[in-house]
């Protein structure tokens, strides 16, 4: 079996990631800075923070899966995270280094997509094997970000913004993907992964209404306070890959599930 490293390993991805690789009979290792964390199951800690490259232990695995982020931080997680990781790898190793990134981060100037994409391009000039995996949103986004951010609890009216589509993907198939590129070779190259369907965020918000029983009107916006650089990568169409589509849990089942389990 295998040695892998996740780091991340305690945020959401990161957490579903360390489930299916333990289902599959790894011990995962995770990267971690917080000293009261208890591992899952079947997995260990490995002490380091990336943002401290004095912090970090050498680190000899056979696989890294990298999908530390953090949107509020990224120069420092996401960027300077990724060269001290670079950094931290023993000389004598080789780790297959699987990096998680986002559709369209070379299509924006979004600063979060702008940092995603420095870390690309720091893994590409390394000499480290690696794969590069561009995944789409996932449902849990637009739920968050998309329906809860701009829901007004006591307007009979949900106003969004004008054109957003998406081909949001479930996280539970994004991890089942991410595990088994670990058994892979590595690609030196970039692999992009979407969702089973594309849809409008009008359509999505509908579908959404309808599962929790709200009677809510969507109403797209073209011009308001609801217009911005973030909004404009999902009205662009370069955060979709209709032409790589995976997974089996659409939009409805993913949200009848949601709603099953509160």
């Known amino acids: 079996m295998k040695r892998v490293l996740v780091t991340g390993g305690s945020g959401s991805l990161g957490k579903v990631i360390i489930r299916e690789l333990v289902r599959l009979g790894y011990h995962p290792s995770i990267l971690s800075k917080k000293t009261n964390y208890i591992s899952p ?14 912090s970090l232990p050498d680190i000899n695995t056979d696989v890294i899966i990298h999908c530390a982020s953090n949107a509020m931080d990224s120069e420092n997680v996401d960027v300077k995270g990724t060269e001290h990781l670079i950094g931290a790898i023993n000389k004598d190793s ?14 924006s100037t ?13 893994i590409e000039n390394s000499k480290v094997p690696y794969t590069i995996l561009r995944l789409t949103q996932f449902h849990d986004f637009v739920v968050q970000r998309m329906i809860y951010n701009l829901q007004d609890e006591e307007s009979p009216e949900f106003k969004i913004p004008e054109g957003l589509k998406f081909q949001s993907i479930d996280i539970t198939d994004a991890s089942k993907y991410i595990a088994e590129l670990v058994e892979k070779e590595p690609l030196n190259t970039t692999v992009t992964l979407g969702g089973p369907e594309v849809m409008s965020l009008k359509e999505m918000a509908q579908i959404y209404f309808n599962q929790i029983n709200r009677d809510k009107k969507v109403i797209e916006v073209s011009e308001s306070t609801l217009d911005s650089e973030f909004y404009a990568i999902f009205r662009s169409g370069s ?24």
């Open 94 to 107: 080789s780790p297959h280094l699987i990096y998680i990134s986002i559709v369209g981060v070379d299509k």
């Open 239 to 262: 955060n979709l890959c209709p032409e790589n589509r995976y997974g089996s849990i659409r939009w409805s089942d993913f949200l009848s599930k949601r709603i099953i389990e509160g």
């Open 110 to 122: 979004f600063s979060y997509y702008t940092h995603k994409r420095k870390a690309e391009v720091i």
């Open 41 to 54: 199951t079947g997995s260990t800690i490995l002490m380091g923070d990336l943002t401290d490259k004095r």
